[in-house]
């Protein structure tokens, strides 16, 4: 079964420290990972998304894929108390139909 | 902001009845994918539409059922409501099978008595 995991938390740190959200995946042939922040009540916004092994920058925040470890996580560096949210993972199966499988999300709380 | 809309907003029903939820895609986007979200819960595919097309279903009963027009607008339609069908309706376009990238629109918070 096509899986997504991450730790639930809640992750709380302080304003301006380095958030560190992970997630591991089951379906080893999986292309394309996503990482979508969600204030609560609201919907889902996309931050990141990362195709390539290695690590990708937008801002502050950087996504990192391990496809050898099922491993994908988010940094946010400088992290501000509106980064407080729910941020999900979620993964494109390889084939089927262009459905993403989501996690459970991490709560990140940033304390000022 | 998306361009993706929804409507309603917030819906109140009771078990055993039917509802229509209703989306409109970002402009220039013609796939349209439906996710349900319990409480405390990510978003779990429901089912795509693809140029009017089904495209995909996720591991819903029939009584989920869609429709996408002409215009790449969309509807949801779940008959015989259950209580355990409350959760947050959200929609999500794209623009193609070959683009991955999903845009939610606000959702749709629906709750069965």
């Known amino acids: 079964q096509k899986e997504v995991e991450q730790n639930s938390g809640p992750l709380s740190v302080p304003e301006g420290a380095i958030a560190s959200l992970n997630c591991t995946y089951s379906d080893r042939v999986s292309q394309s990972f996503f990482w979508y922040r969600q204030y609560s009540g609201k919907s889902p916004e996309l931050i990141m998304s990362?195709?390539?092994?290695g690590d990708k920058e937008d801002g502050r925040f950087t996504a990192q894929l391990n496809k050898a470890s099922q491993y994908v996580s988010l940094l946010i560096r400088d992290s501000q108390p509106s980064d407080s949210a729910t941020y999900l993972c979620a993964v494109k199966p390889q084939g089927g139909s262009e459905k993403l499988v989501f996690g459970k999300g991490t709560k990140l709380t940033v304390n000022p | 902001e998306t361009g993706v809309t929804q409507s309603p907003t917030h819906l109140i029903k009771t078990r055993g009845q039917q509802v229509t939820l209703r989306c409109s895609s970002q402009?220039?986007?013609?796939?349209v994918s439906w996710y349900q979200q319990a409480l405390g819960q990510g978003p779990q595919f429901i089912f795509q539409?693809?140029?009017?097309?089904?495209?995909g279903r996720g591991n819903f009963p029939p009584r989920f059922s869609g429709l996408q027009f002409p215009n790449y607008s969309s509807e949801l339609n779940v008959n015989a409501l259950e209580l355990d069908d409350s959760a947050l309706y959200l929609c999500a376009s794209s623009s193609g099978l070959a683009m991955e990238t999903q845009y939610f629109g606000p959702g749709t918070r629906l709750l069965v008595l």
């Open positions: 990362i195709y390539s092994n």
């Open positions: 539409y693809y140029r009017e097309e089904e495209n």
């Open positions: 402009s220039g986007h013609n796939t």
